[in-house]
C-alpha cells in the first residue's frame, strides 16, 4: 500500500449527505458505474438461523482456512477507486480468532486508507468481542426485524433444525440491545435494518419505537424479497410495501436518518401511487433512498474460495476469483456482460440507477428499463 494514503485528516462524517456506499456519484463522476465498494464473506459459521437469511444454505457448522491475508490486501491494493469496505458472513464475529486476524486487520486498512468499513453483525455475542472492532469501524450494520424477545426467538432460530429454550434468546436479544448502545455511545455509526416483509409490514412504527430506543443513528428498510433459502417465505404485494413505507414515514422520529433501498418502485413507473410515493420520499426530511450498490459499484468476495460474485440475491454464479485476477478486472467484465446490460440503466432526473436482477424479475420481467422514462 502506497504510504501517501495514510490517513491524517478525520473523514467527513456519514450524513444523509455523504453516503459512501451510494453508486450513484460515482457513475456521475466517471460517466459510468466503477468499482468503489468490495464486501468480504469472512465466514459461514453463525449462532443463529433466521427465517429471512439471504445466505442461509451456506451456513455450516466448521468451516475450512481462509486464503492469506496478504493477498487479500494486495487484491484491494489494485482497485484503483476503492472507498468502502464491507465484512458479512454468517456472523463474522463468531469466532474471536477471525476477528483478530482478518476482521481487525482489514478494517486497519480501510483506516489507513481513508476508506470507509461496513461490519454485519447480528451483535448478540460478548461485548469484548465487538470492542476489538470498534475503533476501527465505521459501521455497524444489524438487522432488527422484532418488537420483542418473543419475535426474536421466534424468527431468529426458525431454522436451527432443534429447539432452542426461549430463555436463551431472551438473553441474547437483551445483549444485542445493549451492544447496539454501547457501539453507538463508542462512536459507532449503528444502522439497524429493516425488512419490509409478510411479519413486519404492519409493525414497522413500533420496530422504528425500538431502533430509536436502542441508541442507533439510522434505520435502514428494505423489502424482503423471498429467494434463496428464504424462497418459501410468503411475499407481499407492492401495495401492501407502499403502505408500510408510508405508515412509517407517518410515525417515524424526523431527526433519525432513515435509508430505504431495493424499493421496487421507480419514477417510470405507470403506477401514480409509486411516483407519489417516491416524491414524498424525496421531501422527506433525513430520508435517502439508496440505489442498489450490489454489481454497481460493488463485489463481494468469498474468503474461502477467492471466489467473486456480483449480487447475493439473484442465481448468478461466481464470476471470477481473486487468485486469478484483480477486481477491477472481474468488474470491468461484469459491466459487459449481457444481466449486467440488461439492468445498467441511469435516469439523471430521477438520481434512478434501475431496479436490481431480482425485483426486475420478479416485478418487471419484460421491462425494458432503458427505454423508459420518468414521469416528475
Known sequence: MN??????????????????????????????????????????????????????????????????????????????????ISITGGEPSYSERTVREYIVPILQYARSRGIRSQLNSNVTLDYSRYELIAPYLDVMHISFNYTSADDFHEVGFARSGHSVPRTAAVRMYERMIDNARRLSEAGVLVSAESMINFRTHRR?????????????????????????????LPAISKEEMRLAVADLLDTRDPEMWMLFGTLPFYSCSSDVADRELLARLKREPRVTVRNDPDGRNRLNVNLFTGEVFVTDFSDIPAFGNIEEERLDD??????????SRSVNCHCPAAACCGPNLLVKQMYYEGVDFLKQRAVL
Not at 472481474?330 to 449481457?338: E, Y
Open 330 to 339: 472481474v468488474f470491468s467484465r461484469w459491466l459487459d456482460h449481457p444481466l
Open 3 to 84: 504510504p501517501e494514503l495514510t490517513l491524517h485528516q478525520p473523514l467527513p462524517p456519514l450524513t444523509p449527505d455523504n453516503d459512501p456506499w451510494e453508486p450513484l456519484e460515482n457513475l456521475k463522476r466517471f460517466g459510468r458505474h466503477a468499482l468503489t465498494s468490495v464486501e468480504f464473506t469472512v465466514t459461514n459459521l453463525c449462532n443463529m438461523r433466521c427465517e429471512h437469511c439471504a445466505v442461509g444454505d451456506t451456513l455450516t457448522m466448521r468451516e475450512g482456512d481462509k486464503l492469506p491475508l496478504s493477498l487479500l490486501l494486495s487484491r484491494l491494493d489494485e482497485v484503483e477507486q476503492l472507498q468502502t
Open 204 to 232: 414497522m412504527p413500533e420496530i422504528h419505537r425500538l431502533i430509536k430506543e436502542m441508541g442507533c443513528a439510522r434505520h435502514e428498510v428494505h423489502p424482503m424479497y423471498p429467494s434463496a433459502w428464504a424462497g418459501n
